[in-house]
């Protein structure tokens, strides 16, 4: 599981071997808080750690908000998905190096980036995400991770085939992409809702529904570039407090489209301790 004492210190400097300029595609290098290419663009460290590569225009409005990442980071903490966080580092000791460049497309907090660093004694990471709120909290996830703002679904600022495992949980999937980057060798590691998540809240809280036929839909969108090596299902029943069924309102995308307080009228008449089903699809894929 992360390890919170792996908080403030800088991972190996061989991750700026991944990450090339955004705008010309050069390998970039350190510059006074800021990361630099040979035609001199510049981007930003900020003080929270994360690289800035994503200026304002280019940042999708539905980036999490700093109250959404704040009620993910306390659903999170709770354990309530960390029998989910378990099986991603089974999975990845079975199928990626120890050493492995681990990429976390879509990366939140870095709460999944650093299971799979724990579980990778020699692996280094990198967490991609449009949320600066999350990546303030990314960037500091573990001692082998670096953060940087990026679009999952832009041309990914990212050397080809220089990525051992690409983790992908609960984000957008660009396959495309994701094979370019992805070693002829490596790995990818999604996982997706099932139908049934959180079945049991979602009449009373209006949460978006997961649409039955996704996975079959994505699992379109990565068969031009990947085969399917290895899946299961993983479900089971977490009991939720009142504080939990407020963070698990306000942390996802329901969040950006019903006001805070009125998740909370909605919530007000349930009876806490509330079980409910967690469940979801753990999928591994191969490049073809």
């Known amino acids: 599981?992360?390890?919170?004492?792996?908080?403030?210190?800088?991972?190996?400097?061989?991750?700026?071997?991944?990450?090339?300029?955004?705008?010309?595609?050069?390998?970039?290098?350190?510059?006074d808080r800021a990361l630099r290419c040979h035609r001199r663009h510049t981007f930003d460290v900020a003080r929270h750690g994360y690289v800035s590569l994503l200026n304002g225009a280019m940042r999708p409005a539905s980036a999490d908000t700093a109250p959404m990442v704040q009620a993910r980071a306390a659903?999170?903490?709770?354990?309530?998905?960390?029998?989910?966080?378990?099986?991603?580092?089974?999975?990845?000791?079975?199928?990626?190096?120890?050493?492995?460049?681990?990429?976390d497309a879509g990366a939140g907090t870095g709460y999944y980036l650093a299971t799979v660093l724990d579980a990778l004694p020699a692996a280094v990471g990198l967490g991609?995400?449009?949320?600066?709120?999350?990546?303030?909290?990314?960037?500091?996830?573990?001692i082998r991770a670096k953060a940087a703002t990026w679009d999952v679904w832009q041309p990914l600022p990212v050397r080809t085939h220089c990525v051992d495992l690409l983790l992908n949980v609960f984000a957008p999937r660009n396959g495309p992409e994701f094979h370019r980057v992805l070693r002829p060798s490596g790995t990818l590691l999604t996982v997706t809702p099932a139908p049934q998540h959180l079945g049991e809240l979602r009449q009373h809280l209006g949460l978006l529904s997961v649409d039955p036929a996704k996975q079959a839909r994505l699992?379109?969108?990565?068969?031009?570039?990947?085969?399917?090596?290895?899946?299961?299902?993983?479900?089971?029943?977490?009991?939720?407090?009142?504080e939990d069924i407020d963070s698990l309102a306000g942390m996802g995308p329901t969040a950006h489209h019903i006001l805070r307080d009125e998740l909370r009228r909605r919530t007000a008449p349930l009876k806490p301790p509330l079980p409910v089903t967690a469940s979801f699809r753990v999928s591994v894929y191969r490049p073809r």
């Open 219 to 242: 699992q379109r969108t990565l068969d031009p570039y990947f085969r399917l090596d290895h899946a299961q299902a993983l479900e089971y029943a977490v009991t939720l407090t009142a």
């Open 75 to 103: 659903f999170l903490r709770a354990g309530h998905y960390a029998p989910l966080a378990r099986v991603l580092a089974d999975l990845v000791t079975t199928f990626c190096p120890s050493d492995s460049t681990v990429l």
């Open 128 to 142: 991609l995400d449009t949320s600066t709120y999350a990546l303030r909290r990314a960037a500091r996830a573990h």
């Open 1 to 31: 599981m992360p390890n919170p004492s792996h908080a403030h210190h800088e991972p190996p400097h061989r991750l700026l071997d991944v990450l090339v300029c955004p705008l010309c595609g050069g390998r970039l290098g350190p510059a």
